[in-house]
């Protein structure tokens, strides 16, 4: 994987190079965990409507802004236009804050159900879902910090 720079703007990938071009790679991860993170959400039992609703909110939005980019890079919209780079760095403004805290509150949930499920005898499985999408929630987190610290490296070298 090579490192792509912006400090020509004819290295910004587009086309099928963008999955060869580090680090804008980490699209597929994210898509891959993040809408993992909403699936799993959706088909666990809702304990706590307000906090699985921002994971949910958060998740999505995040799922559909990476695959949004993702398809723009691939149909080569940037143009080689150095205001791609300005325009990415600030689309993943967003990214920045809300999947770590939606990460966090979904483990808080997951605790919260586990010490229902003691108390009433829950049934396992849906406590398993829960611990699912606090793990892709925060692998999802991962990749979403990883991919915003080497955007923000290329915005800066532009």
Not at 113 to 129: H, K, M, N, P, S
């Amino acid at each position: 994987l090579a490192m792509s720079s912006a400090a020509s703007t004819s290295s910004l990938p587009s086309g099928l190079a963008v999955l060869k071009t580090f680090p804008d790679v980490l699209f597929i991860p994210e898509i891959v965990f993040g809408g993992l993170v909403w699936i799993l959400v959706a088909s666990s039992h809702v304990l706590l409507p307000m906090l699985q609703g921002w994971v949910m909110f958060v998740s999505v939005f995040c799922f559909v802004m990476s695959t949004t980019l993702l398809c723009l890079y691939l149909c080569g919209a940037h143009g080689g236009s150095s205001f791609w780079v300005t325009l990415v760095s600030g689309c993943d403004k967003p990214q920045g804050l809300s999947p770590p805290c939606a990460a966090v509150l979904q483990a808080y949930v997951t605790i919260t159900y586990r010490d229902i499920q003691a108390v009433t005898g829950g049934i396992l499985l849906v406590y398993q879902e829960n611990i699912s999408a606090v793990v892709f929630a925060f692998l999802a987190t991962l990749m979403y910090v990883i991919h915003k610290v080497f955007a923000l490296l290329r915005w800066k070298s532009s």
